[in-house]
């Protein structure tokens, strides 16, 4: 049976590729045991007799992260099944995904585009997608070409990804350079590595310090240097620590909220309301919800003037300064003209 007697680890980037691709193709929809118990980085872990709790709530978090990279996933319900949730059926419209048929390329940006492709090794689906096709059509799914017709092999980890993953097998501790925004040097860090998992696109390490016991949580792309064993081990923990790493974030999510003016019309507004949760204050601003203030920050100042950030007061100070660093860079850049 799918799920029983397997423990292999499935990348995300893998099971969000082939949920992807099951739910391009199928016209009908799948529902959520038909995904659990077929597609890569589920049937894992799925159980045809057992609690898929866990599962669930992971699938639940996948059609967020696809949705929040711009694609769209439709939720059917069956036909004399209104309201039955067990009997919804989940599938991305093709005519949605695929780019407007007024869209045309040169030569040049074809090629450019086959380039590209090379990349990803264009040419053939990957194993664990051929057999998830053929588990679809033995459900008696009618499936078409799917759009992503080739297997990636682009790395889309940070560096510190496979050391870090290394060490959570081997329980080994491991010490590495840490740079927080606004900080001019690294710290270094020593940790007992639990889980990585991926929040919202990003790759987080959740680890215990050994020395105090705290449990900390660490974003990968601010590890500045390699990660390297100290040679001391740790002792395995209770209970699924990717599951509790992600629930901590969630929680953080949940409590964080940011208030912003968008003006309306714009690229800001248009990105910003699409954002999951995001909501509107009484007096009309947009709220977002966040787990890290300088990455939100980040991201608003890109807007430049489309978005003014209203609260908390460090938000509203770390977006300023950030276009305040962009207006000098600017201002350096055409003095050195003017001088030339």
């Not at 893998?14 to 016209?27: G, I, K, M, N």
């Not at 709790?53 to 004399?80: H, W, Y």
């Not at 092999?153 to 740079?179: C, D, Q, S, W």
């Not at 890290?292 to 100042?301: H, K, Q, R, T, Y």
Request: net charge negative; hydrophobic share 40%; aromatic share 6%.
């Amino acid at each position: 049976m799918a799920g029983q007697g397997t423990t292999a680890r499935v990348p995300v980037e893998e099971r969000l590729f082939s949920l992807v691709l099951a739910l391009l193709a199928t016209d009908h929809g799948l529902t959520k045991s038909q995904i659990l118990s077929t597609v890569q980085g589920y049937r894992q872990r799925y159980s045809a007799h057992g609690d898929n709790a866990n599962l669930e709530r992971q699938f639940e978090r996948d059609k967020d992260d696809i949705r929040e990279l711009g694609v769209p996933i439709e939720t059917l319900e069956s036909p004399g099944q209104a309201g039955n949730n067990q009997s919804l059926r989940y599938r991305i419209p093709r005519g949605e995904y695929e780019l407007p048929r007024d869209i045309s390329f040169t030569a040049e940006e074809t090629a450019l585009l086959g380039l590209a492709a090379m990349v990803w090794r264009e040419g053939s689906l990957s194993a664990e997608s051929r057999r998830a096709m053929i588990k679809l059509k033995a459900l008696g799914m009618e499936t078409v070409e799917p759009v992503l017709a080739y297997e990636p092999h682009v790395r889309v980890r940070e560096e510190a990804f496979e050391p870090l993953n290394t060490a959570i097998e081997k329980r080994h501790v491991v010490r590495f350079g840490y740079l927080k925004p606004g900080e001019s040097d690294a710290s270094v860090r020593t940790i007992a590595p639990l889980a990585l998992v991926q929040f919202q696109g990003r790759w987080h390490c959740c680890a215990i310090d050994p020395e105090s016991g705290e449990r900390k949580t660490f974003l990968l792309r601010r590890i500045v240097t390699p990660v390297s064993a100290t040679g001391a081990t740790f002792a395995a923990t209770e209970g699924d620590e990717a599951e509790r790493g992600l629930r901590d974030l969630g929680e953080v999510w949940s409590s964080h909220t940011a208030e912003v003016v968008v003006v309306k019309g714009t690229d800001a507004a248009t990105r910003l309301r699409k954002q999951r949760g995001a909501g509107m204050s009484e007096n009309g601003n947009l709220l977002l919800h966040y787990v890290d203030l300088n990455i939100l920050a980040d991201e608003l100042a890109g807007y430049g003037p489309e978005v003014i950030a209203v609260s908390p007061p460090e938000l509203v100070i770390a977006v300023r300064l950030r276009l305040r660093a962009v207006a000098a860079a600017h201002r350096d850049a055409g003095e050195a003209r003017d001088r030339g």
